[in-house]
């Protein structure tokens, strides 16, 4: 079955390190997303892609960066870790407009 | 800022009552979409209504839309305590018609036996 994963589950982190997040999906999705949820704000998006060599900020993007070389992937890395970027993070993917967006099971980083 | 806006922030019901939550959002949409998020886990899709439809069934949950009042309201008949979850209502504006979802702060629902 087709799924989207995200590796790692739990990730705790210092101040000041780079840290990436893995978010690798099998549906063959144009459209992949990155959000981050903590209490009180809901899914607040990061960064998008509509495709392979296609990425967009979202509106919460300072101190975040992604890339998409292939259609599978989209990893979110954090240049510089800071205590404000402490959450839990969600990749989705979906296959274009008017369709139902797929999510992974979250990454919970902590930065120390 | 969000697009999407449930109302009530939580709510509390018995084994077999019915659950609405509602969603008001800000501009104008493609569609909009229900997610239920259970602790800990990562959100799940329950209904998608497009914004020429006002009414929308699925099992036990039904959606409402009215694009002239830029809202929505989720239904839930006869609930379980499986219901119990966090509900979320995204919306895909106009402006970006590529299937970028805006998310609301969500709706938690607690149902008790």
Redesign the interface.
Known sequence: DAEITQSPRHKITETGRQVTLACHQTWNHN?M?W?RQDL??????IH?S?GVQDTNKG?VSDGYSVSRSNTEDLPLTLESAASSQTSVY?C?S?????????????TRLTVV | ??QGEEDPQALSIQEGENATMNCSYKTSI??L?W?RQNS??????LI?I?SNEREKHSGRLRVTLDTSKKSSSLLITASRAADTASY?C?T?PVAD??????????TQVVVTP
């Open positions: 459209n997303f959000y009180g704000h809901g899914l607040r998006l998008y509509y509106e969600f989705a979906s296959r274009g407009p008017n369709t139902e967006a797929f999510f992974g099971q979250g | 800022s969000q493609n569609n979409q997610y800990g886990r990562g959100l799940v899709h998608l497009r979320f995204a895909d018609s590529w299937g970028k979802l805006q998310f609301g702060a969500g």
